[in-house]
């Protein structure tokens, strides 16, 4: 601890992602100076939001949850402006829409869905004693037991499973098998049922920069690439070298893997997003339309434009229809294929639809989620090295938040 305590430099932050700010936050709020080091032209890493012809696009769908304990921590929802989601679903089944709406909030609706061909009267009552059993702190499930068992120990139908729940859930995993341990899915569910699902008014990117909010102008330095690190030196691809006091690798996973040779980078899970201008939305809900019918590459598809109106010009709508997985076909073939199926849900109006930018992001997710939901999370590496990032705890907004927090944390232990 003496050999940390005699050490020069700031605490240098690798990557300006949402690990990296909450650690920069911590170490902030506790008086030790720091900065990040951000290879890119901006904060955020992989939520970042670009405007493109008025319309501004996250770089592949994503939502905030409300609930999420380490969002409520660090910031406050409201100052995202936040704009929720219809607390339910649409979803595409044998050439119709059919509405799920959430009996908590919209009681007449969910009624009558439970005669539809997506769940059965049994499952409404599952729904909610699930969600009475997770709000009243149940034990963890086993750490072998999926989220397809999870389901299926709870009781859900068939169809619910593979009409809701697959397209749903594997939109958020990024894998439709769920496969995914159980306990990840239980800690998702109660942030569902705790709070709103939404998005910031101006774009998701607009988290990152509430995070980076307080910290002095100094603390982020951007177009700064790492090429090597010790645990007292950081090196750039400038050549230019940086004393440290402490390194912290703030980035995803395969980046972290590069700067620490012999180390095996995670597995990742990947997803593409089209995004589409139209002269109007396909439909006026602010939900998610659910492909129930396993068909097609769109797994689902949304309309941010009607949940947040300031993602696009006025006499515009902006329609994003996501792809779980990077497909091998060009990004021609890829655009036929989705206009050809969405036609099949919408009509011929799919035809008018102007594509804005298709993003592929090869590494969205970590390809593996801990079955202990991140509880035996450890961020040192070595003595004055350690490592943050949501493939090391929780797949999630939420758990690279709480990663970076832990990595300040060990940080502030072994300084002081």
């Known amino acids: 601890m003496q050999l940390m305590k005699n050490r020069g430099g700031k605490v240098l932050i690798v990557g300006g992602g949402l690990a990296g700010l909450a650690c920069a936050r911590a170490l902030h709020a506790a008086s030790v100076s720091c900065q990040i080091l951000e290879a890119s032209d901006r904060i955020g890493g992989r939520v970042r939001t670009d405007r493109v012809d008025g319309f501004l696009l996250d770089r592949g769908f994503q939502v ?9 921590r660090l910031v406050d929802p409201a100052d995202l402006e936040p704009r929720a989601f219809y607390p339910g679903a649409r979803v595409y089944h044998r050439g ?3 509405t799920l709406a959430d009996p908590r909030l919209q009681p007449a609706r969910a009624l009558r869905s439970l005669w539809g ?10 729904v909610r004693r699930l969600r009475r059993r997770l709000q009243g702190g149940s034990e963890p499930p086993p750490p072998e037991r999926t989220t397809l068992q999870a389901l299926k120990r709870a009781g859900f139908s068939r169809r619910m499973v593979e009409r ?21 899915f239980e800690r ?12 910031p008014a101006y774009g998701m990117e607009a988290l990152p920069l509430a995070l980076a909010r307080p910290l002095p102008d100094d603390a982020v330095r951007t177009g700064a690439r790492v090429e090597s690190l010790t645990a007292t030196r950081v090196t750039l691809d400038s050549g230019e070298s940086l004393p440290a006091r402490a390194v912290v690798v703030a980035t995803a996973g395969p980046a972290a893997a590069a700067l620490q040779p012999g180390t095996a980078g995670p597995p990742s ?10 002269q109007r939305p396909p439909f006026r809900q602010p939900c998610l339309v659910l492909n129930g019918s396993g068909q097609g590459p769109v797994n689902h598809l949304c309309v941010p434009s009607v949940v947040a109106p300031t993602y696009s010009p006025d006499d515009h709508a902006l329609i994003a229809a996501s792809v779980i997985g990077n497909p091998p076909e060009e990004d021609a ?5 989705v206009l050809e199926q969405l036609s099949g849900w919408f009509g011929t ?8 930018r298709i993003y592929r992001i090869a590494h969205a997710l970590p390809g593996t989620w801990p079955a202990d939901g991140g509880s035996q999370e450890d961020c040192r590496i070595q003595q004055g090295l350690y490592a943050c990032g949501d493939y090391r705890g929780t797949p999630s907004i939420n758990g690279a938040l709480r990663s970076g927090r832990h990595a300040a944390a060990a940080v502030l232990e072994d300084l002081t």
């Not at 905030?64 to 409520?72: G, Y």
């Not at 061909?117 to 599952?126: A, E, I, K, Q, S």
């Not at 397209?167 to 159980?182: D, M, N, Q, S």
């Not at 899970?269 to 139209?278: E, G, H, I, N, P």
């Open 96 to 98: 119709r829409l059919h």
């Open 269 to 278: 899970r990947s997803t593409t997003c089209l995004y589409f201008a139209a």
């Open 349 to 356: 109006q799919v035809s008018t639809w102007r594509l804005l």
């Open 164 to 184: 809701f729940w697959r397209p749903f859930l594997g939109g958020i995993f990024l894998e439709t098998e769920l496969k995914t341990p159980a306990v990840q």
């Open 117 to 126: 061909p997506l769940v059965t009267p049994l499952d409404g009552m599952r």
């Open 333 to 337: 073939a890829l655009h036929g294929q």
């Open 64 to 72: 905030l949850l409300t609930a999420s304990p380490e969002v409520q």
């Open 188 to 199: 998702l569910f109660r942030a569902l049922a705790g709070g709103q699902v939404v998005l």
